[in-house]
């Protein structure tokens, strides 16, 4: 259970770090809502 609970944990984390990075780009450059749009 412990094993599982850090794996969820750093998957997490890992998740809230590309969301954030995600935002700032968004922010950054105008064109990436083409980009986000095609990569989704």
Known sequence: DRIWARKLFGFSI?????????????FMVPDSHTLLAAVW
């Open 14 to 26: 890992i998740a809230i770090t590309a969301l954030s990075v995600m935002m700032s780009v968004d």
